[in-house]
């Protein structure tokens, strides 16, 4: 039995507008610009809704009707969340519809889609939290496996999420990690009791979120019956094929002409010409499934780049030193118990803005230079910490700011 | 017999001679032109390209000087002419003089110098023997144009500014603009130094843009081993130190410079700016500097060449290149081999192959301010800065620039319709 398990990750950032040094002290909103010449997110957000999340819900919605026993599961950042409250209402009522029928799993996050994990493990539980009862809000599920930003992971997290009571977690199927191991099986994490670890099969994975419409791939055009008769492959020799990528596969990395919503319009009824295959989501998978082995992952691993690692968002002086800052202001910013500088601090500390300084391979436009809405890395860099200079200012201008001053010793 | 063959055969694809016009080779340059011509030709010779290199100079050229250029290594050949033709001036003193030719009311005139080169280079390619005229700039066009006249052979013209760059896009000279157009239209191919440039010679002078091979300039790191800290001392306050540096005209921008300067020193004071260069507006930017009330931040440091240039870039927190027009642009390059980030304008060439630089609006003197301030403000993004674009200058040589070159004169020999009969070598 082949079960196929679609994870499909959520998130649109609180981008920094272009803020001038001279904006400091003088402007407060950080990620709010209607003007032409900056980043605007609410444009963004709404492009994106009308070429991948509108039309794409859509299909899931016409699938699940068609299909009663087809499932799938979403993770939803919570700036994403606030950001369809206050910018697209009707892509979130679409996607309350598809949760509403009981075959679509939440996944849980951190709500900022940080990397708190990395850098405070308070931070970190506490935004998980907050996740937690927004997913509640507007969803009226509670979430029982965990995903962290980016698919960043090692031992330690899983230790850390096992005890915050969640059932399993999921994470990359990295090469080096898993060596001849198959992602197509679940693993405890080492030296946890309960929890277990899905891994994400990144070559089915990536044939539909990065190779679907290249053409210098040998097999180019992907379709459903070719897709579904390498699913039937895995019969046998695997459990679950964990299909996780980025929602805007659909319709904004693989734009419409591409033909990636007929490929998943069709996926299933081609999955389900083998009596043998179903679809499930996480949980599910946890509650059929034993693990195989424990599985020992020591460095953090993630499904960015060919690197699998923390490079993309920490590898040059600029990124560590911008993250640094930011955790740096952690206690002071706390302290001012003010809702709005608390939640532009915690804005920041989403992992984008650190993705959008990576210089690795800036010079041949990759990936990295698609995705950045700045003209280069360095601007990045200087708008962040422009506003990070601001906040500061606010954080010791507030009342509640307590300043610390060197206590002499008594001889 | 194939021993024969094989020989001819190496011969064809390795050898070739060339007859260039060029007007200023170091150390006898005064700007980027001179120092292009001799990375290319220095290139070019490596690749056993023969290059017989014409100068209109009668100024002294020095033994040492003659030495160097003679180096058996160097298969380039010098044929100095006089006249007293000066490769840069000024933007106003170019405007003056160009437009005393227009008048032609002096006897001894720029424009009179260009056409008397031309005759003189007639004499020359007749009787010379080459495969192809390679000529620089509007000053050598009409000799290049000469050369071709009398002997047949392909021309190819090397666009290193066009006359909209060198005045700023301010009342563009007819007569010149006319010699390069028409020179242009007859040459059988053209070189620019970037796609900035090439996008210029279609927009203004109507060529059509498959006739235009771009090239970008390199540079070459051997030259720049040693580099003094003579100017080390300038840090001792502390202070951090933004350079400007090239000639202070309207081409390069300065006005915008010192615009950004007093916006950053509103938010840090403790910056120093440095102007390194001469031109027509230097005393139009010292008064401007003072009456901005930034004279104690601002120094002006005359025209620096060499080892003086060189320490500068050295001791510069970074580098700000604001030209309104820069067909390419060597000194950003110059000032990353010595370590200095640099802030580029969008508009100009250089920055087309570096990736790694801050860049602006020349006229975005609040976005420059700002940048400005970010790189004095956080080692961490200069560090970055400076690791990455020193690795990325390594791809931007004259190794690159000349094997383009060479691929180009193949390609326009070969188009003109020369066999092995025709050709010289």
Same mark, same amino acid.
């Given at each position: ?411 | ?33 001179? *120092?292009?011509?001799?990375?290319? *030709? ?41 006249? *007293? ?333 020369? *066999? ?6």
């Amino acid at each position: 039995m082949a079960s196929l398990c679609f994870y499909f990750q959520v998130h649109q950032p609180y981008r920094v507008k272009d803020y001038r040094v001279f904006d400091v002290g003088n402007d407060n909103e950080y990620f709010n610009d209607d003007s032409e010449r900056s980043i605007n997110n609410k444009k963004i957000l709404r492009k994106v809704a009308g070429k991948c999340y509108l039309p794409a819900n859509a299909v899931l919605l016409e699938l699940l009707k068609k299909h009663p026993e087809f499932k799938i599961s979403f993770s939803f950042s919570g700036v994403f969340l606030d950001q369809l409250e206050e910018f697209s209402p009707e892509t979130l009522a679409s996607f309350q519809e598809l949760i509403a029928t009981g075959r679509v799993e939440v996944l849980e996050e951190t709500y900022y889609h940080s990397l708190s994990f990395l850098y405070s493990p308070e931070e970190f539980r506490r935004q998980v939290t907050m996740h937690r009862e927004k997913i509640q809000e507007l969803f009226g599920v509670t979430p029982t496996v965990f995903r962290n930003t980016e698919l960043i992971y090692n031992n330690a997290l899983a230790h850390e999420v096992e005890r915050m009571g969640y059932k399993g977690i999921i994470a990359e199927g990295a090469d080096h990690v898993l060596g001849w191991k198959s992602p197509n099986f679940l693993y405890r994490p080492q030296g946890t009791e309960n929890i277990k670890l899905m891994l994400k099969n990144y070559r089915l994975s990536d044939d539909i979120a990065f190779r679907f419409s290249s053409k210098e791939w040998v097999d180019f055009p992907l379709t459903a019956p070719k897709f579904a008769k390498w699913a039937n492959e895995v019969n046998g020799n695997g459990h679950v094929i964990n299909l996780f990528m980025d929602y805007e596969t659909f319709g904004e990395h693989q734009w419409e002409d591409t033909g990636i919503f007929n490929f998943l319009r069709h996926l299933p009824e081609e999955i389900y010409k083998n009596p043998n295959n179903d679809f499930i989501t996480p949980s599910e998978a946890i509650a059929r499934y034993e693990p195989v082995a424990e599985l020992d992952v020591h460095n953090f691993m993630s499904w960015a780049d060919v690197e699998r690692d923390l490079s993309a968002w920490l590898s040059n002086p600029m990124q560590h030193d911008a993250i640094q800052s930011i955790y740096k202001l952690e206690e002071d910013v706390l302290a001012t118990k003010d809702e709005k500088i608390i939640s532009d601090w915690r804005k920041l500390q989403t992992s984008d803005h650190f993705y959008y300084m990576c210089t690795k391979w800036f010079n041949d436009g990759d990936v990295h230079k698609y995705f950045n809405p700045y003209n280069t890395p360095y601007e990045a860099f200087i708008a962040y910490m422009n506003a990070l200079q601001d906040l500061r200012l606010r954080v010791v201008g507030h009342p509640n700011y307590v300043k610390k001053v060197a206590v002499k010793k008594l001889p | 017999m194939w021993y024969n063959e094989l020989e001819s055969f190496t011969f064809y694809i390795y050898f070739m001679r060339v007859l260039m016009f060029g007007w200023e080779f170091p150390p006898h340059n005064s700007g980027g032109l001179g *120092t292009a011509c001799f990375g290319l *030709t220095r290139a070019l010779a490596v690749k056993k390209i023969e290059v017989l290199f014409v100068l209109p100079k009668k100024v002294s050229v020095t033994a040492s000087f003659m030495d160097i250029l003679f180096g058996d290594e160097r298969r380039v050949k010098f044929l100095e002419i006089e006249t *007293t033709l000066k490769p840069y001036v000024t933007s106003e003193g170019y405007i003056r003089e160009r437009d005393k030719v227009v008048s032609d009311i002096y006897g001894n005139t720029l424009m009179q110098e260009v056409k008397r080169y031309a005759l003189r280079a007639r004499e020359i390619a007749k009787k010379e023997h080459f495969d192809v005229i390679h000529a620089h700039d509007w000053l050598s066009f009409l000799a290049g144009v000469a050369a071709k006249k009398v002997s047949g052979k392909p021309l190819i013209l090397h666009m290193h500014a066009t006359e909209f760059d060198r005045t700023g896009g301010q009342g563009a000279n007819e007569e010149v603009y006319k010699i390069e157009r028409e020179a242009m239209q007859y040459a059988d191919g053209i070189i620019a130094v970037s796609n900035f440039t090439k996008q210029k010679i279609v927009e203004h002078y109507g060529i059509p843009a498959d006739k235009i091979q771009v090239v970008h300039n390199g540079i070459d790191e051997c030259d720049y081993t040693s580099i003094p800290d003579k100017l080390a001392d300038l840090k001792k306050a502390g202070q951090k130190i933004v350079l400007f540096a090239g000639r202070i005209t309207i081409q390069k921008g300065p006005e915008y410079f010192i615009r950004a300067a007093k916006r950053v020193l509103e938010v840090n004071p403790n910056v120093l700016f440095l102007v390194a260069g001469s031109g027509d507006m230097e005393r139009q930017m010292m008064l401007e500097t003072a009456s901005l009330g930034i004279s104690d931040h601002v120094m002006f440091m005359g025209f620096l060449r060499g080892d003086d240039l060189n320490a500068a870039y050295k001791a510069a927190d970074l580098f700000v290149m604001p030209s309104v027009s820069e067909p390419f642009g060597i000194t950003p390059l110059e000032s990353i081999i010595a370590g200095t980030p640099v802030l580029i304008s969008k508009q100009s060439g250089v920055s087309e192959v570096i990736t790694h630089a801050l860049k602006t609006d020349f006229w975005d003197t609040e976005d420059m301010a700002n940048k400005i301030l970010g790189a004095v403000a956080h080692r961490s993004l200069s560090e970055t800065l400076r690791g990455n674009s020193r690795q990325e200058i390594k791809k931007v040589n004259w190794d690159v620039a000349s094997e383009k070159c060479v691929s180009y004169y193949e390609k326009i020999i070969c188009d003109c319709g020369a *066999t092995s009969d025709t050709r010289y070598i």
